[in-house]
């Protein structure tokens, strides 16, 4: 059946600019926008077919496309350490507890929970190597009615033991998830070599094939911390660089690939990521926090390098997308200071990170075009002292200063959400 949906209507169809539509309505049908307009009867549907929301904001849902699961607990924890130190004294121990389910579904239901109430519909997400218990953060997103990309995390070298699994144990996992939830349009494996220093080249040439043979999508994590790349570089003597390493195991862009942080790519291997149709996961306030450095975000838009947002909790110390957006054009203006060649990022472009680019991994997902799934949140934000302030600025306040309670309704593939 086909619903309305009347408010002040913003959303990014392209990067440079919003569309926004004063008290517009949008109708929705099989989960799908249909169209816009300034009255329901140009869409085609009854007065009785109308939810209006006043003068309330109708924005595309986040989509948050790097975030590990299982260190929803560390949140905020160890923000004094750089990436590898912090990897084996916090984030190791705890992904190990993931063994016992009944913890990893107290703490897994927690995570989800708050991602919804953050607006974050959507999310690509690390679990850790135990299958039982990623199938079981699969079925909580199934049950909750958001969208996810689960990896299922691969590694077995420079980990705890309890963390190392065998290539039979990878393939065979591979295999339960993809009869599981291969064919479901909501939520979906995708394949998640921790990255190189933590596999193998016998696992990494296993997750290569597996994702070609099964069309799963791929992430991981590319030049995030310059110790990192050290140590990529005299594992993979062989390899151009970081992200050659990932293509010649043929898990760059062989099949839909994101590549998170990517803070010191350059030359050879931001080309390669432009050839290939990387999705970069920026994630600027975990790379404030392990203090990795500041991705060059215009240098990869002006290369038509694709962008999404990612929180990387718990490198990151928040799960708002919102937070994340304003971290971005803090950080670009960084970048500013020492390149005036290049701009950073205005608002739209934040928020079409946020949104459209962000949401191309799950499909037609993050826009009100008509075609596309209709991922939205319905902001009330009449006590941040709209009354006198533009659209586009009153929804600027809000990313700025609005949070969770502003968000009165969330919606995912046309479904009102509510946990």
Request: charged share 20%; glycine share 8%; aromatic share 10%.
């Amino acid at each position: 059946m086909r619903k309305a949906y009347k408010a002040h209507i913003l959303f990014t169809r392209e990067k440079d600019h919003f569309d926004v539509v004063e008290n517009g309505c949008i109708a929705v049908e099989n989960g799908c926008v249909v169209g816009i307009a300034s009255s329901p009867e140009a869409l085609g549907c009854a007065a009785s077919d109308v939810i209006d929301f006043g003068d309330r904001l109708l924005i595309p849902a986040m989509n948050d496309v790097h975030v590990h699961a299982p260190q929803y607990r560390n949140l905020g924890i160890a923000m004094d350490l750089e990436l590898l130190p912090w990897l084996a004294n916090y984030t190791f121990p705890e992904e190990a507890r993931y063994a016992d389910l009944a913890y990893a579904e107290r703490m897994y239901r927690r995570f989800v929970y708050d991602l919804w109430r953050n607006g974050t519909m959507r999310c690509a997400a690390f679990a850790t190597v135990h299958l039982e218990a990623t199938r079981l953060l699969m079925d909580l997103f199934h049950e909750a009615g958001m969208g996810a990309l689960v990896g299922k995390v691969n590694m077995d070298r420079d980990c705890p033991e309890a963390l190392r699994e065998t290539l039979v144990e990878a393939e065979e996992a591979c295999a339960a998830l993809v009869q599981a939830y291969g064919n479901d349009p909501l939520v979906r494996p995708i394949m998640t070599p921790r990255f190189i220093p933590s596999c193998t080249p016998a696992l990494l040439h296993l997750c290569g094939e597996l994702a070609q043979l099964h069309g799963l999508p791929v992430q991981s994590h590319l030049s995030e911390n310059t110790g990192e790349i050290e140590l990529v570089r005299s594992l993979e003597p062989d390899s151009r660089n970081y992200a050659d390493a990932y293509n010649r195991y043929g898990l760059f862009g062989q099949t839909p690939t994101i590549m998170a942080h990517c803070v010191w790519s350059a030359g050879e291997e931001m080309e390669l990521m432009r050839q290939n149709d990387i999705l970069v996961a920026h994630c600027p306030t975990s790379n404030f926090n392990l203090s990795s450095g500041m991705a060059p975000i215009r240098a990869f838009l002006d290369a038509g390098i694709r962008v999404g947002l990612g929180s990387d909790i718990s490198g990151g110390h928040t799960l708002s997308i919102f937070r994340t957006m304003v971290y971005a054009i803090q950080a670009s203006k960084m970048h500013y200071q020492r390149d005036r060649n290049r701009s950073f990022l205005t608002l739209s472009e934040a928020f079409w990170l946020a949104t459209k680019s962000g949401g191309s991994v799950f499909g037609r997902v993050g826009s009100f075009e008509p075609g596309y799934e209709f991922d939205a949140l319905v902001i009330d934000d009449s006590d941040l002292n709209h009354d006198d302030y533009p659209l586009l600025q009153r929804l600027e306040r809000f990313i700025y200063l609005g949070d969770d309670r502003h968000i009165v309704h969330r919606f995912c593939r046309g479904r009102e959400i509510t946990l």
